[in-house]
């Protein structure tokens, strides 16, 4: 699999073009095209050419039109985790908790964030330029993003050894789309948002990610794989298929 990169625009007629990325990928046995909330992205074989790729996208441009119009329904239907407003006593969406939110005085320029087990503490500076709900949401975006690097590392620790799967790098990524990732040379990627679902969905996300390492495929053999780490694999998959429109909402 490579990383994704901006294609030129499919040709149009009367309409507006359709701007697209490519990826690559070892995988694929075929081109696909995957519509989400924010890209198209059409996914092909190492050996296709791009002149291939973009005839494709062009005829099936009716069906992305389509998809695009029914992904943008069902996002307006998806409830969010998140409260309206961050302010004391707003309900934190957090490993599949709400947590409250505690705003205390702080002494730092920025906000700072203290989680107890049972509540967020905030700590702000009542003379800083800017200590709102938007200040108050970014700084707990970052803690939960340094948590979440913290979780992922110690469940690659319990798992990577078995199998002999060892990732060369473990990087946590804002997405919108995707959950994880597995790179060629078996550098994971981890959506930093699964930190909002239970424990063991993250876990569930990293043993996939990292049964890539021995199989860069979903074949067979690589869901027995997933098994051996994880009997329960399949709850935790439909798990996150019924509630990963929320998650992906985000804070």
């Keep these: 699999m490579t990383a994704l990169k901006p294609h030129p625009k499919a040709p149009s007629s009367d309409e507006a073009p359709i701007s697209y990325q490519v990826r690559r990928s070892e995988r694929a046995s075929k081109t696909r095209i995957i519509v989400s909330a924010d890209k198209i992205e059409v996914v092909a074989p190492l050996k296709t050419s791009e002149q291939r790729i ?13 998809a695009q119009k029914r992904v943008e329904q069902r996002a307006g239907q998806i409830k969010s985790l998140a409260p309206p407003a961050y302010v004391d006593g707003a309900p934190v969406p957090f490993q599949g908790r709400q947590i409250p939110l505690e705003i205390k005085p702080g002494k730092h320029k920025n ?8 509540r967020f503490e905030v700590y702000l500076n009542q003379a800083g330029a800017d200590n709102g709900s938007d200040s108050i949401k970014t700084a707990l975006q970052t803690w939960m993003k340094q948590h979440t690097r913290q979780m992922a590392l110690q469940l690659l620790e319990k798992h990577r050894s078995s199998h002999g799967l060892l990732p060369r ?9 995707r959950w994880g990732s597995c790179g060629p ?67």
């Design 185 to 251: 040379h078996n550098d994971i990627n981890l959506n930093w948002l699964l930190v909002l679902a239970p424990p063991v969905i993250m876990e569930y996300v990293v043993v996939h990610e990292l049964c890539h390492i021995r199989h860069k495929n979903h074949s067979r053999d690589f869901w027995q794989l997933v098994s051996a780490h994880m009997p329960d694999y399949l709850e935790h998959r439909q798990w996150l298929k019924q509630h990963g429109g929320s998650l992906m909402r985000g804070l």
């Design 111 to 118: 906000p700072r964030v203290q989680f107890t087990g049972a």
């Design 54 to 66: 973009h005839a494709f996208v062009a005829t099936q441009r009716d069906w992305i039109r389509d």
């Design 169 to 177: 790098s473990l990087r946590i990524k804002t997405q919108k789309s």
